[in-house]
């Protein structure tokens, strides 16, 4: 697991493909929360979502690598409770 030290404010977070996946907002416990707004992806969620550290596989060239390709990082996502995010909720709103 990435020391959480290495995951500072704004990084970009990417799948294994490299494909965008969020913005890290902060890393609370063992989550990252990520920013409910980004403009540059077109991101406007109403809530934070969360991804557990134990998802990324390494922060490199200032992103976050993700262990999970974009597509199936999207269903590592999770509500501040630590719920699943329903994908069809989160798709709807872009």
Do not use: F, P
């Not at 409910?36 to 979502?49: A, I, P, S, V």
């Not at 990082?73 to 069809?88: H, T």
């Amino acid at each position: 697991m990435v020391n959480a030290s290495e995951i500072k404010e704004h990084m970009e977070v990417v799948g294994a493909d490299g494909v965008h996946v969020g913005k890290v907002d902060h890393v609370q416990g063992d989550r990252i929360k990520l920013v409910r707004k980004d403009e540059e992806h077109g991101q406007n969620d109403e809530h934070h979502h969360y991804v557990q550290l134990s998802a990324v596989a390494s922060c490199d060239g200032g992103k976050v690598w993700l262990s999970a390709d974009a597509a199936n990082a999207q269903q590592l996502l999770e509500e501040e409770d630590g719920s699943s995010v329903r994908l069809d909720e989160k798709n709807a709103q872009r």
